[in-house]
C-alpha cells in the first residue's frame, strides 16, 4: 500500500498510508516521499502519535484539496522536456512518477494549443501525453503525418533512470523507419541551459541543439539541406549558428514586388533587345506617307516578320 512520509525520527519514519492510517517503518525515505508499506502499524509515545496526526490532518487536507488521485499529489516537476515540431513549441513539465503535470507553449504560435491538450494530458505517463500530443497535433494540421519533418527535443532531468525512460518515450513517439516519419534529434539539456533558454525566450532543446559541438560544419550543411524549407528557424540564433544559406525555396515578397515569375505576357525579349515575334501592330502601326522627314525613318521597317 503506498503512503508519504510524513516524519522520521531515530531512524524510524511515520507515514500515512492511503486508508488514511499513520504507520512506521525504517526503510530509508524523506520527508514527503511516497513509499509501499505493509499493513503493520506501530506509533510509539501519546507526545509524539499527537504531533503526527497533526502532521496526517494537514497531510489529507492537501490531498484534497489538490483535488487528485493519492499517487498524483506531487505537484512539484522532477523534469522537463521541451519538444519542437513543426511551427510547434512545447514543454512538458514532469513530476517524479513520471507523469505530467503541466504543458506550456514556448511561443505565442503555441501558447493556444498547449491550452487545449493540458488538461487532456495532465496526470497521463509521459509516453502516453506525448503520443496523444502528436496525434493531436497531426489532427490540427500542425505536423503531417509520416512527414519527413525534423522534431528537436530536450531532456532536463537529475534523474538519470527518469531521464533515459523520458528519451525512450520520445523515441517511441517519433519513430523514423525507412525514411518515413520524423527524425528525432534529441538533447540532454543541463538546468543551467534550461534557464538561459527560458530567460532569452527559446526552447531549451533548440537553445542546446544549436550549441551541439559534435557536428562538422558538413554535418550542418546536411541539416540545413534536408530542413530548409520544411523546419522552423523562428526559434534560431543567429548569434549561435547562421541561418540556412538561400537556396531555390520560395522567397518573400521584396521590395513591394510580387513573389514568383511575372504575369504571361510580360517576359522579357531573348536573345537579342528587338521587338519579339507576336509584335503587335497596333502598338507600333507602320509610318504614314505624310510624315515631316520622311529621310529620318528611311530604315523603319513596318513589316513585323521582318523584323
Known amino acids: 500500500m503506498k503512503a508519504i512520509v510524513l516524519e522520521i525520527k531515530n531512524g524510524e519514519a511515520a507515514v500515512l498510508r492511503e486508508d488514511g492510517i499513520v504507520v512506521t517503518t525504517r526503510q530509508k525515505c524523506r520527508v514527503g516521499d511516497t513509499i509501499e508499506v505493509d499493513d503493520r502499524v506501530k506509533i510509539g509515545g501519546v507526545k509524539r502519535f499527537n504531533r503526527i496526526a497533526r502532521l496526517a490532518v494537514v497531510a489529507m487536507l492537501v490531498i484534497c484539496i489538490a483535488g487528485g488521485s493519492f499517487g498524483y499529489m506531487t505537484a512539484s516537476a522532477s523534469s522537463y522536456v521541451s519538444v519542437d515540431a513543426g511551427e510547434t513549441s512545447l514543454e512538458f513539465a514532469v513530476n517524479r512518477f513520471g507523469r505530467v503535470i503541466s504543458v506550456e507553449g514556448l511561443d505565442e504560435g503555441s501558447e493556444e494549443f498547449a491550452q487545449t491538450i493540458a488538461a487532456e494530458v495532465k496526470n497521463k505517463k509521459f509516453d502516453e501525453a506525448v503520443t496523444h500530443t502528436k496525434t493531436r497535433m497531426e489532427e490540427a494540421g500542425l505536423i503531417e503525418e509520416d512527414a519527413a519533418d525534423a522534431v528537436v527535443a530536450g531532456v532536463t532531468s537529475g534523474n538519470e533512470k527518469q531521464k533515459e525512460e ?31 533558454a527560458i530567460e532569452k525566450k527559446q526552447s531549451p532543446g533548440m537553445f542546446a541543439f544549436q550549441r551541439r559541438d559534435d557536428w562538422s560544419e558538413e554535418d550542418w550543411e546536411e ?48 536573345g537579342h533587345m528587338g521587338p519579339p515575334e507576336d509584335w503587335d501592330e497596333d502598338a507600333r502601326p507602320e509610318l504614314p506617307e505624310d510624315a515631316d522627314d520622311p529621310e529620318e525613318f528611311s530604315d523603319f521597317d513596318d513589316d513585323p516578320e521582318d523584323l
Open 223 to 270: 541539416f540545413y539541406e534536408e530542413y530548409e524549407d520544411r523546419f522552423d528557424w523562428d526559434d534560431w540564433d543567429e548569434d549561435v549558428r547562421p541561418m540556412p544559406p538561400q537556396g531555390s525555396g520560395p522567397r518573400p515578397p521584396q521590395d513591394g514586388m510580387p513573389q514568383g515569375q511575372p504575369p504571361e505576357g510580360m517576359q522579357p525579349p531573348q
Open 166 to 196: 523520458l528519451q525512450q518515450g520520445l523515441q517511441n513517439t517519433f519513430p523514423h523507419k525507412d525514411g518515413k516519419g520524423p527524425k528525432l534529434y534529441m538533447m540532454n539539456v543541463t538546468a543551467e541551459e534550461r534557464q538561459e
